[in-house]
């Protein structure tokens, strides 16, 4: 079976876990990184010879709007798929299971899911360091149980429903938060790494100090990749949501959760 990996994974922390899980079934793993935009152009197309991967962060307890988007041009053909969803240690609410249904109504089958927890985009007191040593060793050995189930399957017929949390419909939430992006301080010295590595393309190609507040999704890749700290959030709401989620989910420890058809 010729192992495929899907993630989108602004401050990288989805793409190790799934990185992990692949490492485990195959020593051959075909990547699709589709962080940046212009690798979200095309669809993809997979068969019954193929298993794929697929995993994304957890933005307000549900799958990245614009994600769901693209998966919709992923189609399979009873293509077997594994779902992860990494999450900054607060919740992931609908995402495992939209992320599932999303998949399943383009002709895959899946047969594993996963929740591991990611530092958290926005503070790194929620989920400090994760997916750490452990969160790989577990994801690893996820690897190595779904591997050995698809290995013993004869027909697909034989695969059963797999069951994943979360509601349906899912919970719709409308954000208070208005249109925001980061700011550029006097660091800045144009290296031009953010504008090249914007998820989004929020950052103007000609003035990396420009970002546009309605194409920027806040997932904090800038800030984390500008070598010299010149990208920040300021503005009073965002830092007002980065306190309550570190007052309420900052000593809280969960687990990776683990679920196999
Ligand atoms: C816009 C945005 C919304 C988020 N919403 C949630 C959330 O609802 N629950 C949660 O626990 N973490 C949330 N997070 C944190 C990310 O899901 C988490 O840090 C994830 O591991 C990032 O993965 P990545 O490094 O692969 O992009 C959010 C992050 C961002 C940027």
Known sequence: MRVNLIYF?????????????????????????????????????????????????????????????????????????????????????????ELKNTFEENGFIGVGATAFVGEHSYTDLLGNGRPNKEDLEIAKKFGDRVKIKINAIKDISEIGNLNVPGNYPYVVKVSKMKPMAPETNDNCIDCGICKNSCPTNAISKQNCRSVDKERCIKCCRCIRNCPVSAKEMTNSEYIEMRDFLINNWSNIYNSPEIYIY
Do not use: C
Not at 80 to 86: A, G, K, M, Q, S
């Open 9 to 97: 994974s602004a401050t990288d922390r989805t793409a190790k876990v799934v990185k992990e899980i692949g490492s485990a079934i195959s020593d051959e793993l075909f990547e699709n990184d589709i962080t940046l935009e212009e690798n979200r152009n095309e669809g993809l197309v997979f068969t019954e010879k193929d298993l794929v991967i697929v995993g994304v962060p957890v933005y307000a307890g549900r799958v990245p709007k614009f994600l769901v988007e693209y998966f919709n041009k992923v189609k399979g053909n009873n293509t077997l798929v594994i779902f992860v969803v990494t999450y900054g240690n607060r919740a992931y609410e609908d995402a495992l299971l």
